[in-house]
């Protein structure tokens, strides 16, 4: 029967001795993503800048000028406009009014005035001030909670290196997709935060997974050098981690194509975090145990690796 | 790992049954679901909001300003009170949330002190526990000025009643709505979240809890017309310029009144009201409780021939000449309405005034038909997932990637079955994670697959590489689902509509896959194991 071998049965990939370019690579890429989150900065839906969202449906291809054009004149300030997943369907975005929650009201009731019954409303969002500044603060609130409980877990399942060594896999994973969303400019809101949370708890899998096999190779093989020990649990390893991100990434590519356009971006977060937790947890989570000082602990007087990091941080 | 009792592998299968019964009314229309003999489950499982389309309204009552009301009224009643005892003052008023007052004569400070003392009402509710807690403290500062103050307890009654006055309003008004249903609940300290499905005018929810509803009686102020105020005449004092309700096309009051601010009759002694026809023409018609009834007559009996104002949140919604005294505490307002507009009124006074402004912080309102066509993609997106990953993993396992295809099928009821007992709601980013977990839920599967290549690979025979794969692969598998799990926990806790629906389905499906993958996958394969005997793992 004809079999998919996505990896080799048998692999001996050197991943630990790429590890100086790769953290380099990774270090760069996360103050890269962090300059980008300040300038051009995070492109905020409504759930955490407040304002106005209406997608509707004209019964032909929108004419997007027109209704521009048409809006533009209601003196509600930015009022922007964007095709939406299909010719007929546009998404109007009109910033935060000035004045109470009245106001915000009254700027919903006079683009409905203007834009007529003619169309299908088939959205209409309102996020106030108050509560976009909750939803940013609980957002936040929840992602470094998650963070925090898992490096607990892991501490008291494994050790504190392990523990470290898989919450800055974390924070390197969560910066990264932070930076695309500011790259892209696509809108951050609620549901990124969500799939910022599942980046999370997929992330962290794959890396316990790369982890316990660490555990589990340092007991078998005591006299090995702990990058050997590393290098030997990512290569057997390899062929899940592969298998498992193919597969996730394989709903997911279906979700995004056919999942309509509410939930593309909560999916193409997660595509891009399925992506960056798999070389995680390879070349940033297991590389970290080297430079976090694991080891020595294991063989006491009989540490043969030849790196002088281990060597200078076991003092 | 590979030894089940019969027990076990009985309750196994009645739990992959269960999962199946459960998840069978989905794939029903509701009538046919709701037509299923009692004994048969027959819950659907519950769509958010934006799957069947609806509104999500997060309002907050304005609690402050019925505290500003009793001390306002407070202001009032201070003057009659001083004066009957001809008590001498000065810098009656308001400051800040104080009301103070200067006496004259310093001999008749404790008299006065007394007299306002007297203007104190009992805290209902009683919060500090102390019988007959009074709602004002009066203190004497600066040798001859009284300072007024609610006490903290008053304060807290007044907001918590005036909360708990307006869900009971929110409700009445959209029960009278007709929609099926809707949620209301408070939340957090002033907070009432609404949540109506498959509404279908939207706007019209809002502007009926937009308006609080206080409807008065006041008579109009004859002495001066509203033209020589805004042309620079002085208002009466115990008169205002009110706006008419009815508003030109483009937002501006058609009409102008100068109304008598001493209120003849109010709205709350009003105990029925209904839209009906006068003249083909729609109009609203009242019914006063009997002292409303006895207030209402005398003072129409008093002002036969002069018009009065109908004063709904500070507009005049008719102003009629009062023909002949109204004794039968019935009533029709008339004006420029439209249907709708009285059937909005009639509700409105029916359902009573809410005691303080409610704001919307928050509103998300799906239409049916981005609903619907959400269910549409979100099926759409399952199914063809559920086939790509099922091919791959058949491709990738052979004969035991179609034992995890079918754990991956038994999965998907489970995670139906649990939706629909637990009346859980399904939302758009919940299906999301239904697709997410049909990718996830196979790493079980493919961590203890590729563990038994590995124990294959060191010479073990086939009983024995299943044994050890299972068994090696156990620990891995619950540490990097209990991590996951921990994310879904806090989406669930921190998260908010359809974010919550999301946590719930990525919750149950972490659950569901470790069990499908871990237990019925390995019993489906010492099954076969045990039939067949053979030589060499087909992996």
Known sequence: MFQIKLVPEKTNVPFINWRKPAMVCSAILVVVSLILAFSPGLNFGIDFRGGILIEVQTSGPANLSDMRSNLGGLGLGEVSLQEFGAADTVLIRIEKQPGDAAAQQAAVSKVRGALGNGLDYRRTEFVGPKVSGELIEAGAIAIVLAVVLMLIYIWFRFEWHFGVGAVVALVHDVALSIGMFAATQMEFNLSTIAALLTIVGYSINDTVVVYDRVRENLRKYKTKSLPDVLNLAINDTLSRTTMTSVTTLLALVVLFVFGGAVIQGFVFAMIWGVIVGTYSSIFIAAPLLIVLGLGDRHRKGEDRSDDKRVAKSTS | ?539
Not at chain 2, 86 to 109: C, F, N
Not at chain 2, 154 to 180: K, N, P
Not at chain 2, 340 to 358: K, T
């Open chain 2, 1 to 539: 790992m590979l030894y089940f009792a019969p027990w076990k592998t009985t309750l196994i299968a009645l739990l992959c049954l269960a999962g199946l019964v459960f998840t069978i009314p989905n794939f029903l229309s509701e009538q046919t679901a709701d037509g299923l003999p009692d004994w048969l489950p027959h819950k659907q499982v519950n769509l958010g909001l934006d799957l069947q389309g609806g509104s999500h309204l997060l309002l907050e009552v304005e609690a402050g300003v019925v505290v500003q009301e009793r001390l306002n009224a407070l202001v009032d009643s201070v003057r009659p009170a001083l004066r009957g005892k001809r008590i001498g003052y000065r810098d009656l008023g308001l400051r800040g949330t104080a009301v103070t007052v200067t006496i004259r004569k310093p001999e008749q400070l404790d008299l006065a002190v007394e007299e306002i003392k007297k203007l104190s009402v009992p805290v209902q509710g009683n919060v500090s526990g102390m019988p007959g807690a009074r709602d004002i403290e009066v203190a004497v500062v600066n040798g001859n000025q009284i300072n007024v103050t609610l006490t903290e307890e008053a304060i807290q009654e007044r907001r918590r009643s005036a909360i708990e006055q307006s869900i009971e309003i929110v409700r009445r008004r959209i029960d009278e709505l007709g929609t099926r249903e809707p949620t209301i609940q408070r939340q957090g300290e002033d907070r009432i979240l609404v949540q109506v499905p498959g509404l279908q005018d939207p706007e019209r929810l809002k502007a009926i809890l937009g308006k609080t509803a206080k409807m008065v009686f006041r008579l109009v102020d004859l002495t001066i017309s509203p033209a020589q105020i805004l042309a620079g005449g002085r208002t009466p004092p115990g008169s205002e310029l009110l706006e008419s309700d009815e508003r030109n096309p483009d937002g501006s009051p058609v009409d102008m009144y100068v109304v008598r601010k001493r209120v003849m009759v109010s709205g709350d002694t009003l105990v029925d009201s209904s839209a009906t026809f006068q003249d083909n023409m729609p109009v609203v018609s009242f019914r006063f409780d009997s002292i409303g009834a006895k207030r209402f007559g005398d003072a129409t009996l008093k002002n036969v021939r002069k018009p009065f104002a109908i004063v709904l949140d500070k507009r005049v919604i008719s102003a009629p000449v009062i023909r002949e005294p109204i004794l039968g505490g019935t009533g029709i307002i008339s004006g420029n309405f439209s249907v709708q507009e009285v059937q909005d009124l009639s509700l409105l006074l029916r359902a009573g005034a809410l005691p303080a402004p409610l704001k919307i912080l928050e509103e998300r309102t799906v239409g049916p038909a981005l609903g619907a066509d959400s269910v549409a993609a979100g099926k759409i997106a399952c199914v063809i997932a559920f086939i790509a990953v099922m091919v791959f993993m058949a491709l990738a396992y052979g004969l035991f990637g179609l034992a995890a295809d079918l754990a991956l099928l038994i999965n998907l009821f489970l995670i139906m079955g649990a939706l629909s007992i637990l009346q859980a709601t399904l939302t758009l980013p919940g299906i999301a994670g239904i697709v997410l977990t049909i990718g996830m839920a196979v790493d079980a599967n493919v961590l203890v697959f590729e563990r038994i290549r590995e124990e294959i690979r060191t010479g073990k025979t086939p009983f024995a590489a299943m044994e050890a794969g299972y068994r090696r692969a156990l620990g891995t598998i619950l540490d990097a689902n209990f991590t996951t799990l921990i994310a879904a926990v806090i989406l669930f806790a921190m998260g908010s509509g359809p974010i919550k629906g999301f946590a719930i389905t990525l919750g149950i499906g972490i659950i569901t896959s470790v069990f499908t993958a871990v237990v019925v996958t390995r019993l489906m394969l010492v099954f076969w194991l045990r039939r067949t005997r053979p030589a060499a793992l087909p992996i």
